[in-house]
Every structure is written in structure tokens, then in C-alpha cells.
């Protein structure tokens, strides 16, 4: 009786094969800390899946600007049918790549802090930057961008590459709207406490965890990880006299999809409660779309910038070449 008992298992798991191949893949291109075990990944991907009898395949490709030079490399040929992990600061350089396609659906229910009226982009969480300290190592830290750079000499920071990263891209424009035409002197206060240059957020937060830096390039929202993942109130975002740059991350389908209805499906679901309920303890920002329930006990405790910046998505991209421009030439010397 063995050997039927085996070809019988030998047919079950061959049909269980075969319905496996026969389910449509949706592959997501987004930033390495999305999908880590730790973030959004995971749970997205066991929840879509429940609702949509596909295979959703997230594929990690650096941050976001790192993930839109992926893009233009491979171009109509890519294999992503979604783009998740780009924000307001790039999508202007996205569209002008022709290489996406318009939302199906716009949805009305969003709850970002700008009047959202993009026809392209999805935004599905958002924050602001700051620098994340440890409280026990630092009792009083600096409240500005002038008070970072009359800190001590060895006072460092770790901060993330413009041309790769988005908080990286976000700090350069934070520095531009705040101070202007003076923000080249800004870097040049500022490049001496720099101990180094990181080309994504993972690597940065690492080399601050491990205690290499006194502060991080992170943001306001960071500090509940801290708090509610690991019960330690140590962490804390330094509250900025010039006001805190805010950062909108969004979704986009590619033009080129061989699944746009699941595509279409997909973002549908990123602004369903069962996403964005996932975001605030995985993702550490806030949700596009508020619950009823609130945010997790520990956002409370976080700061709130006393001024919002951000540059309109069509200044961004001819603003951030003279930030570009300003960053490199003091960093260079």
C-alpha cells in the first residue's frame, strides 16, 4: 500500500503546484526596510493575498530615489507592475519618465496634509524628517540647524545621500526651504560634524543604534518604534525652531503592467483599513487614511513641528539640482 499511498501524495502536491503557477504574480518594487521581517512586507503581502488569489511579490531595490533609477535602467521592459516607495520630491522626475500610468480610481478619504490632487500617485503614509537622538546620551539637543553646528566639534551626525536615498533628497530640501540662498552656508557649518554619508536609511540607523553617531537623519515618528516595539523611551526627535520637512509617500502602477486590473486591485487596497492599519507599528509614519480608533498609544508622546515645509512637486525637481549642486561642492572640499 505504499507506493499508491505516495503517487496519491505525489498528485496532491503536483495539482498544489500547478494552482500554484496558474495564480497571477503582482510584483511591487519598493525600499528594503518595507520588506524586511520588522516592516509593512510581510503582513501586506499575507493580507492582499487572502482577498486577492494571487502572488504578490515584493522585490527591495534601496530607497526611493534608488528605486526610480532601477526603474528608468530597465524601463518599458521592468517587471514591477506597482512602484511603492517614492514621495512628492520625485514623482515630478517619475511622470516625466512616461513610464506610468494614471490612477483608475483617484480615492476621496485621504488624510495627508496637502490637498491631494495627483492623478498619478497613490500616497499611502506620511511624516517628518528630523534628527532622532538617544536621551540618555544627550540632554540637550540641539533646536535648530544653527544650534547643530555650534555643538562640539566631535558631535556627529549620520545622514543618507541625496542621489539615492529619500530622506537623504528630503534633507537637502529641508535645508533649501529653510535658509534659501543661504543654505550653502548652512553645509558648510554642518560638514564637519558629518561623520558619514550612508547611501540608504537602514545603514544610518544602524551605525546610530550601534552608537558611531550622537544623531540620526531619521524622523518625528521614529522614536515609537522605540517605544512601542521595544518599551524603551530612551529615543527622541529633535524639535526644529525652522519647522520639519514633510515627506508623503506614494504608489504608482507602471504603464507597462501585465496586471493592471490586480494592479488597479492593489492600490484599491492600499488605502483599505487593513492596510493602513498595518502602517503606524511597521512602517513607524502615519496613515493616509485616519482610523476611527486613532493611532497607537505611544504617537501621542512624539513632537509636532511647529511649521510644515514642503515643496509643490513641480518646483522640486529643478529646486533639488541647486540643492544638489550646493550639497556637492561643500563636501567635496
Known amino acids: 500500500m505504499i507506493r ?16 500554484a503557477q496558474d495564480k497571477p504574480v503582482l510584483t511591487v518594487y519598493t525600499y528594503d526596510s518595507f520588506v524586511s521581517d520588522w516592516g509593512p512586507g510581510p503582513k501586506v503581502e499575507a493580507a ?12 527591495g531595490a534601496g530607497d526611493g530615489a534608488a528605486l526610480l533609477s532601477r526603474l528608468q535602467l530597465e524601463g518599458a521592459r521592468t517587471e514591477a507592475d506597482i512602484l511603492l516607495g517614492l514621495d512628492t520630491n520625485l514623482t515630478a522626475r517619475a511622470k516625466a519618465t512616461g513610464l506610468f500610468a494614471p490612477l483608475t480610481n483617484r480615492p476621496t478619504h485621504l488624510d495627508v496634509p496637502v490637498d491631494w490632487t495627483d492623478d498619478t500617485f497613490l500616497p499611502y503614509d506620511w511624516g517628518y524628517f528630523a534628527f532622532v537622538y538617544d536621551k540618555n546620551k544627550l540632554s540637550a539637543p540641539p533646536n535648530s540647524f544653527r544650534d547643530l553646528i555650534n555643538m562640539p566639534e566631535d558631535f556627529k551626525i549620520v545622514i543618507q545621500d541625496p542621489r539615492s536615498s529619500s530622506p537623504g533628497l528630503g534633507l537637502l530640501l529641508w535645508v533649501k526651504t529653510a535658509y534659501g540662498d543661504k543654505a550653502d552656508t548652512i553645509w558648510e557649518g554642518l560638514e564637519p560634524h558629518i561623520l558619514t554619508v550612508t547611501k540608504g536609511w537602514s545603514e544610518a540607523y544602524g551605525m546610530f543604534l550601534e552608537g558611531e553617531a550622537d544623531m540620526v537623519l531619521s524622523y518625528t515618528t521614529s522614536p515609537a518604534y522605540h517605544l512601542i ?46 492596510f493602513q492599519s498595518i502602517i503606524p507599528t511597521t512602517n513607524w509614519m502615519y496613515p493616509s487614511v485616519f482610523s476611527q480608533d486613532g493611532l497607537p498609544a505611544g504617537f501621542e508622546t512624539l513632537i509636532t ?11 522640486a525637481e529643478a529646486i533639488k539640482d541647486e540643492a544638489l549642486a550646493e550639497w556637492l561642492a561643500v563636501l567635496s572640499r
Open 305 to 315: 513641528p511647529n511649521e510644515s515645509l514642503i515643496i509643490p512637486e513641480g518646483k
Open 4 to 19: 499508491p499511498i505516495l503517487f496519491a501524495a505525489g498528485l496532491c502536491l503536483g495539482a498544489s503546484a500547478v494552482a
Open 229 to 274: 516595539a521595544e518599551e524603551d523611551d530612551s529615543k527622541a526627535a529633535a524639535s526644529f525652531e525652522e519647522g520639519h520637512y514633510l515627506q508623503i509617500e506614494v504608489a504608482g502602477k507602471l504603464a507597462a503592467s501585465d496586471q493592471p486590473e490586480l494592479a488597479d486591485q492593489f492600490l484599491a487596497f492600499m488605502t483599505s483599513a487593513t
Open 48 to 59: 492582499f493575498e487572502a482577498e486577492c488569489n494571487c502572488d504578490l511579490k515584493l522585490v
